[in-house]
């Protein structure tokens, strides 16, 4: 049936943009705004090929992917929160960087990557249910540790400690400062996690590509941006509106078999997750980010 | 019968760059007292409280506690010390409850499980043991301001500070609320806590001090008991000189049209607290009328509402016999309405920006200062040089970056432009805040001279004193509502601080 | 991100406090400190990068300096590179004054060259070969204007996230090319139909490939000069930029600032799309831009937003650029290691801090 395929692709393709915008609710609700996940994305993509070239297979890939993530984080946390760079040219910079790097590198270093996925897994029972069973449980590991994951974040973000002080750095790090938290210390830690996952969701893309190729996200990072506004921060509504963005991107596949769409013309229908996303955007208008995203914060012994 | 001192601050210097906040000053507090830290805004008693919270790092300088010498890096060293600031704008999360803002860093992050039930019965508990009537489910965002005040003080005792420091406490605060607070002040030195209280009040330090420490340019002018000051020598300390008196204002023309009307207005805002619900009054010519109120109810709104930066749901404003509503506010300076918002910062300079390019925005705006889309420098450049002799402003230079002036210079930059632009109406908000006490004068002596010339002004303010000075007839807001208007010369000082409380006076 | 909107809103939902965004640079000499330290661990960091790839650093340096310099030719390219990242730097400066990203430089860039090369194709061929560039390139700075436009209409009206509006239009608009590429002028499966000879831009510099386009780059800073320094519109443009609030209060319609900024940068991106279709590649040409459009804002940030100071920065990023093609020409490594050297080079100068942009704290 068409509609379960479209829906079954769709959700394949979301995992990647899920997985992102996991990691940007993380980083934003600490009071960062990371718009060099696009470059993240792209070099967990990369980590995983290289994982996977150096005959490790794709969990020794997804390994790679998790180290580099650590390691973004870590530039990335000293720029934004230590040396308060401006949080979007610094991002901005870092996708170029990331595309160059990776570019380049993908030319030297990768072998002909084999094609190699995650293997899927029918979960037994579950995957017989009409529509439901295929389009949601016959799908890979990293698609259900996505949907599980979803009350994680929840609960990491609104009930531990963490999650508390990390907001609170986002709305008013002055506050936070006063009442003695340690704003770097908690935006560290969330940009760092951040990142893990948003590479992660790399791993997923090159998984789901069957290989990495120069540029390989081609908007998904951003394209997470503006699921984390419209989905306000809440890891459920993102698993949602990730599905939609999912779903544009997969009638592009079958378009051919959608009737009318199919006489449009490919260059055409690979602007439609990019449209939905403007739409969405515009939509989304009472989303307002917490008051300090985006702004370098000095602690007051610091500044003086 | 020497008790150690629970605080001994000696020799503390610390200069931001040319300037100098603290120049070897000495403090110490007592166990068990209500000090009072008093000065002129910008003598430096907030740099001198920064010191001893952890927030600023002094040049040089020792800080003891008891025996103990310390030495903070953060607010966090100081909390664990025992010594909590409140400070002057509330480090509360508006979003968060009040349990929640309450336990914010009082345990580990890593303590992993926040268990809000737990939490919020431990917090109702602490408020109860320190008799403090919360609701500690509710966001700070719905709260009142003094209510606010007292979650600040809670989250401090909370934490278990045997010191605590507040910063000009009763800034936005109305008599009743002041009277509530001190009172509980007197009761936390009573059961051994210290208090330094920070203060340019003169009134409150008489009520409340058992020391006083007077500041003046940042050196500590001297340090005297109760009972060994007056009003008079203290204004003499902080300013070198007695207080300024005021012209007695010229009687206004109530009789003639009035030159703003507000009928039935109506604003919404972010919290229903701070709406305005439905406010109607006149100003005529050679009129000062105060609107006077706790902050947060409504004046804010109703300033943005006025300047044409805040939508009006209901109602009607009229300037000069024009109706204004919901004006933008270029039509509203056109129709002749000139605005000194309250931060100065924020919406009445562009810090970064030349004198010349500040005074002229307005007439940049309307097309006044330009020609075929082209801004006529010269011609800027002079009307500003104009202007800053006329309010003698230093530097007068009109090159000069707007934040390289001192706070007072600034606000006569905003006075100039504002005043400049010949208004029939003038709304000033706060106009003297943070400002010493000789550029206080100026200012109010210029909205003197404005009345004067047949012209009316809407005068908003935190501060009683001001009103009562200045103004002809004031009005009391609270949540939005008149709920008292008067002449100054009829007026009950004790219905007004009751309105300001919330209880309106019995219909006449 | 302070969003100046035409609906009025309540103030306290603007919501970054007072942003007050100047690239300052502190004190001269500690600032030309900072930015030889940020060269230095630029070319060590690119040395290493090298090594790695197997590679002798001088080797490659030298390869760097004639592939950007090395002979009249070269420089002649570099030349026609830093008008195009001249044009990108102005649409990134002229809304950056006002507070506002446009990252979709690239987008724009895209969407007036694929103007460009429909109009040029489109135009009937009896007409006049300079009025058919006229008109194109006229046609290319009102396309890139409106895809500028775009996100600032969103912006103002309905409070949309600029920074994502612009970055989608960015793909969007190169799908758009490709269109043109694959469907709309075929020609070749990685370019257009040629521009026909008599459209080009003509050649001012004989032995180089340097056309009239620089003079066009060069026309764009005078007049983005004129703009901020001396017109109304651009004194606006600098006080909503510097505090929207008090520039609103003051009369000044800071929704239609706004949306002006985002269009004249646009129009600037839209012009660099037309120097490349008709006065550097000749037709549209698959990936011609190497992130021209976002490199544009590193060659605005090091200009520190002032139109002068491009000139010099673009000829800085694109002498960057040659010479990485100069390097794949003599060693193979691929050119896009230009941009690692790029990006490298601004982040360490954001980390020293010799672009600084400063913000007011956030208050709720």
């Known amino acids: 049936m068409i509609v379960t395929d479209v829906f079954s692709l769709g959700v394949a393709l979301m995992i990647p943009m899920l997985w992102a915008a996991y990691g940007e609710t993380l980083i934003e609700k600490a009071g960062v705004l990371n718009v060099g996940i696009e470059g993240v994305m792209l070099i967990g993509a990369f980590a995983a090929a290289l994982g996977v070239s150096k005959g490790g297979g794709i969990y020794a890939g997804l390994g790679f992917s998790i180290v580099a993530g650590v390691l973004c984080g870590s530039v990335l946390a000293l720029l934004y929160v230590r040396l308060g760079t401006d949080q979007i040219v610094t991002g901005i910079m870092f996708n170029i960087l990331a595309f160059g790097l990776t570019t380049t590198l993908a030319d030297e270093i990768l072998s002909a990557t084999r094609v190699t996925a995650f293997s899927q897994y029918e979960i037994p029972l579950l995957s017989d249910i009409p529509f439901f069973g295929e389009v949601l449980f016959s799908q890979n590991v990293l698609v259900y540790a996505a949907f599980l994951a979803a009350p994680v974040v929840f609960y990491a973000l609104h009930r531990t400690w963490y999650g508390l002080y990390a907001r609170a750095s986002s709305e008013y790090p002055r ?31 090159f998984s789901s590509s069957g290989g990495f190729v120069s540029g390989l996200t081609d908007g998904r990072g951003f394209i997470a941006l503006a699921i984390v506004i419209l989905a306000r921060w809440n890891p459920y509504w993102i698993v949602a509106a990730s599905l939609l963005f999912g779903v544009s991107e997969a009638l592009q596949f079958q378009a051919d078999r959608l009737g009318p769409l199919g006489d449009v013309p490919p260059d055409i229908l690979v602007m439609i997750p990019y449209i939905v996303t403007i739409l969405a955007v515009v939509l989304a208008r009472a989303s307002r980010y917490p008051p300090a995203v985006g702004l370098p914060y000095r602690p007051s012994a610091k500044a003086s | 019968m020497a008790s150690v001192p629970a605080v001994r601050m000696t020799g503390i210097t610390k200069a931001y760059g040319a300037t100098v906040a603290n120049d070897g000053v000495d403090f110490e507090l007592a166990p068990g007292e209500i000090h009072v830290l008093l000065g002129e805004n910008g003598a430096g008693k907030t740099t001198l409280m920064g010191i001893l919270f952890g927030m600023v790092i002094p040049n040089a300088g020792e800080v003891r506690l008891g025996d103990e010498t310390v030495s903070f890096n953060s607010p966090q060293d100081a909390l664990e010390r025992g010594i909590g600031m409140v400070h002057q704008h509330f480090m509360l999360v508006q979003d968060f409850t009040v349990a929640e803002n309450v336990v914010l860093g009082s345990v580990s992050p890593f303590d992993l499980i926040f268990r809000r039930a737990e939490i919020e019965r431990t917090v109702a508990d602490a408020a109860e043991r320190f008799e403090m009537d919360l609701d500690v489910g509710a966001r700070i965002r719905d709260l009142p301001i003094d209510t606010q005040q007292r979650v600040e003080i809670l989250k401090l005792l909370y934490r278990g500070a045997r010191i605590l420091i507040l910063d000009e406490p009763t800034s936005s605060l109305g008599p009743a609320q002041i009277a509530s607070l001190f009172a509980g002040l007197k009761q936390l030195s009573d059961s051994g806590h210290s208090v330094v209280m920070v203060t340019h009040k003169l009134n409150e330090v008489m009520e409340l001090a058992d020391r006083v420490t007077v500041l003046k340019g940042g050196r500590k002018a001297t340090t005297v008991s109760k009972g060994e000051f007056d009003e008079r020598s203290l204004a003499r300390a902080m300013t070198g000189h007695d207080l300024p008196e005021l012209p007695p204002p010229v009687p206004a023309a109530m009789d003639r049209e009035p030159l703003l009307r507000v009928r039935d207005l109506v604003v919404h805002a972010g919290a229903r607290l701070h709406a305005v619900h439905g406010v109607s009054f006149d100003l005529h010519p050679g009129e000062i009328l105060g609107v006077a109120g706790v902050e947060g109810n409504g004046q804010r709104e109703l300033l943005d509402a006025l300047a044409g930066v805040r939508g009006v749901e209901e109602g009607s404003v009229e300037v000069g016999g024009r109706d204004v509503t ?8 056109d129709a002749g309405l000139s605005v000194i918002h309250e931060d100065r910062h924020g919406w009445g300079l562009v810090l970064d920006m030349t004198l010349a390019d500040n005074l002229g925005l307005a007439d940049v705006a309307t097309g006044a200062a330009t020609s075929r889309g082209f801004v006529r420098r010269r011609r800027l450049k002079a009307r500003a040089r104009e202007l800053l002799q006329e309010y003698d402003i230093r530097p007068a230079n009109p090159d000069a970056l707007a934040l390289s002036l001192s706070g007072g210079n600034q606000q006569k930059v905003v006075l100039a432009r504002e005043l400049g632009c010949d208004p029939s109406v003038l709304i000033a908000a706060n106009p003297a805040s943070g400002l010493d006490v000789g550029a206080a004068d100026y200012v109010h002596r210029r909205l003197l001279d404005v009345a004067a010339q047949e012209r009316a002004v809407l005068l908003i303010s935190h501060d009683l004193d001001e009103l009562l000075n200045l103004s002809d007839r004031i009005l009391v807001l609270h949540r939005g509502k008149i709920l008292y208007q008067a002449p100054v010369r009829e007026l009950s000082m004790d219905v007004l601080a009751m309105a300001m409380a919330g209880s309106a006076p019995e219909a006449a | 991100m302070a969003t100046p909107e035409l609906v009025q809103p309540a103030p306290e939902e603007t919501p970054r406090g007072v942003p007050s965004v100047v690239a300052t640079v502190g004190s001269r000499r500690a600032a030309l400190l900072r930015l030889l330290a940020s060269l230095v661990a630029t070319m060590a960091i690119f040395s290493a990068l090298i090594v790695a790839l197997g590679e002798n650093p001088i080797d490659a340096f030298d390869a760097f300096w004639s592939g950007a310099f090395g002979n009249k030719f070269n420089v002649g390219q570099t030349l026609m590179i830093a008008s195009l990242l001249a044009c990108t730097g102005l649409a990134a400066a002229i809304p950056f004054q006002a507070h506002l990203w446009n990252v979709g430089g690239e987008g724009q860039l895209w969407f007036g060259a694929f103007a460009s090369i429909s109009l040029i194709l489109i135009l009937p061929d009896g007409m006049e070969g300079w009025l058919a560039i006229t008109i194109t390139v006229i046609g290319s700075i009102v396309a890139g204007a409106f895809w500028g436009f775009i996100p600032g209409i969103l912006k103002a009206t309905v409070n949309a996230n600029e920074v994502i509006t612009s970055l989608m239009l960015v793909f969007i608009a190169i799908a758009l090319g490709d269109y043109a590429i694959s469907k709309l002028f075929p020609s070749q499966s990685n370019s257009t139909e040629s521009v026909p000879f008599d459209r080009l831009l003509p050649n001012i510099w004989e032995g180089t490939l340097v056309t009239a386009g620089a003079l066009l780059a060069l026309g764009a800073i005078i007049v983005a000069i004129v703009l901020m320094a001396g017109t109304s519109l651009g004194f606006q443009i600098r006080a909503v930029g510097l505090n929207s ?18 269009a004249i940068g646009g129009a600037f991106g839209g012009l660099a799309g037309a120097i490349a279709v008709l006065g550097i590649n000749s037709a549209l040409v698959a990936g011609f831009s190497a992130n021209f459009g976002f490199l544009g804002i590193a060659v605005a940030l090091v200009a520190r937003l002032k139109p002068w100071w491009i000139v010099p920065s673009a000829l800085l990023f694109a002498a960057l650029r040659t010479g990485s093609s100069g390097l794949q020409a003599q060693t193979g490594i691929s050119s896009t290691v230009g941009e690692i050297l790029v990006t490298v080079f601004v982040i360490l100068l954001l980390a020293f801090g010799v672009i600084r942009l400063r913000y007011a704290e956030a208050t709720q």
């Open chain 1, 175 to 205: 506050a936070a400062e006063a009442a003695g938290l340690d704003v770097w210390k908690l935006r560290y830690v969330a940009v760092v996690a951040g990142c893990v996952l948003t590479s992660v969701g790399g791993a997923a893309l």
């Open chain 2, 326 to 333: 919901g004006a933008s506010p270029r039509q509203l300076r």
């Open chain 3, 245 to 262: 609030n008090t520039a609103r209060i003051s009369g000044m319609r800071t929704g239609r600032v706004t949306v002006a900024a985002f």
